[in-house]
């Protein structure tokens, strides 16, 4: 592989990034700095996956039996 090789695949690499940007509508720096934030987060003790906010349970079930 020559180094005009290298060079071209380069260059069409950042032509197909481009693509995607516009498609998604989001920057490549910007999607990969939060992809690293949320991969960082997972990390940290008590983080946990679900939606946010309060876990809502039924009124009066709260696993014991009524006699």
């Given at each position: 592989m020559t180094l005009d090789?290298?060079?071209q695949d380069i260059y069409a690499l950042e032509d197909e990034?481009?693509?995607y940007e516009?498609?998604?509508?989001?920057?490549?720096?910007?999607?990969?700095?939060?992809?690293?934030?949320?991969?960082?987060?997972?990390t940290m003790p008590g983080y946990v996956i679900g939606p946010p906010g309060p876990v809502h349970t039924k009124s009066g079930c709260d696993g014991a039996a009524s006699i």
């Open positions: 090789d290298l060079l990034m481009r693509t516009r498609k998604y509508g989001v920057l490549s720096e910007t999607f990969t700095r939060r992809t690293r934030r949320v991969k960082n987060l997972q």
